[in-house]
């Protein structure tokens, strides 16, 4: 392919999580697509940076779209099921996750794949962005996507973009610094990890981990303290004995110089080694001090050593300068409510807690999470179709943490998730650009949004409520309700509910349930959103406590109403290192 030049609708520029959904989504919806990525593997945070725990929309009325059906893929892939680590409540191998992308791209016949590339120039006519170059050939397109992992277009195309802080003053952020100081200066945007992927052999048996260059073991002295060895590594325990370390506390972020990132080539790459030596120097400390029954995982990714991501868990990127911004007030809940306020041109969900890593700060944000189903959860908001595109920039369109947001509030949209539904809309909308012939910016959003919620394969919510998953027979009806009348969006997050569709099972929840264990115990409420279950069968189990929590809005209402010692039947998973019960289904009596 040296020297050629493609000709192609959409062109999608990296292969993490937003990019690879943008480049499904177009193609599904019929656009001539080529995706390029600089890795082997697809699907960025969720499989090649080896965040293989995944956070934020875990509620059942939250897995939409390719996001669901994603999770939906892994539940019949994964062996042994998705309950294994504390951290997440969807925890698998990457090489599952990576399949499952590989598969989705591989079946598009007008999705082309070619990876090992990077890109080196961006072409313009006018204010248009019309092509990429890259070492072997150059690709031109009528909808150029930016899915790199530090927007790397946005660079080269010289299209305004964000990197660092913003003062309080600027957007009246509660969580903002009044003036830049010595944490502003130490780290311009959160700090990255690279994931080291560890595995239990169960004796010792496992090879000696080197020291790395610049190892300094006072840097982790502590990590697991106020947690104990056996919480800390079950945190990211992944089936097959496999432990994915991606720890902040004394742990693997990784943040000296992370400036280096965008100065130049070399400066990247000297962070990027100083990066990956600091996560094998707290590999090395792991087994030193816990035992050589942990070592380094084997035959994980596709490189040597293998038990190293392909690339640092970016958590913030070059963000752009666009049509609107998400601020930090954008994802806090409105006053006495459990939602933050909708945008009228809404086309993806988040709902995580915001969360933000500087190795060794603790760094104070307004509140964002509350109790719902037994355990914590974080408010719902909404992403803007007008922060994928540039101010004054046509042919283009952002789909990765790159879009346009602050550096407090992409705390709360960084999340794979969260990036994932953005993919998928700035998917839909560069194939919808592509038939109607027009530029992101002219594109109706109405339209945009009805595709979305009414997509044949995956369709996505872009209005978040609790008590509307994806198999209520009304979903669609509320969606658009909400959507056209923004107003009466409810600041308790719940749309009416019919009795009869309350308690309503679809095949798959019938499926999800049959694969549970059903439990009889008494039921315990020790505190607001705080349940237990004392168990009285079957009898292997008899005496034991368990956390009861859900994902699930109807059972959310059956605990909050259940009295305190009231006999009850329930059926769910158990996840043994979070000691928990997920329930599926709950009988009184």
Known sequence: MVNQIYKVEVLVVGGGTGGTAAAIQAARRGAKTILVSEFSWLGGMLTSAGVSAPDGNELVAFQTGLWGAFLQELRHRQPGGLDNSWVSFFSYDPRIGAKIFADWVHELPNLHWIYGQVPLEVYRQGNSITGVRFADFTITAKIILDGTELGDLLAL???????????????GEPSAPVTFNSLTKQYPVQAPTWVVIMQDFGEAVAPEIPVAPNYNPSLFAGAWDGYGAETFLNYGRLPGGLLMINWPICGNDYGVGV???????????????????????????????????????????PHAPTAFALHPYYRESRRLVGQSYIKEQDILPVPEGRVADIFNDAIAIGNYANDHHYPGIDFPLQPKSIRWGGRWTGTPFTIPYSCLIPTATDGFLVCEKNISVSHIANGGTRLQPVVMGIGQAAGMAAAMCVELNCQPRDLPVKALQTALLQDNRSPAAIIPLFNL??????????????LNNPQAYPASGDCPCPSEDRYDYSAIDKVSINESDCFKGIFHRLDNQDYQLAVTAPVEKQGQFWQLVTLRSHIDEQLQACPHEQLITVWGRQNHVGNWLLVEKLDVG
Do not use: V
Not at 163 to 169: A, H, I
Not at 270 to 278: G, I, T
Not at 469 to 482: F, K, V
């Open 469 to 482: 998953p994806p198999n209520r027979s009304d979903w669609l009806h509320w969606q658009l309700y909400y």
């Open 259 to 301: 400036e280096r990132l965008i100065e130049s080539d070399l400066t990247k790459c000297e962070f990027l080694q100083e990066s990956r030596w600091h996560s094998q120097n707290f590999a090395h400390f792991i087994q030193n001090q816990l035992g050589h029954r942990y070592g380094l995982a084997e035959q994980l990714f």
């Open 157 to 171: 195309a010289e299209i305004p973009y964000r990197w660092g802080w913003e003062l309080q003053s600027e957007w």
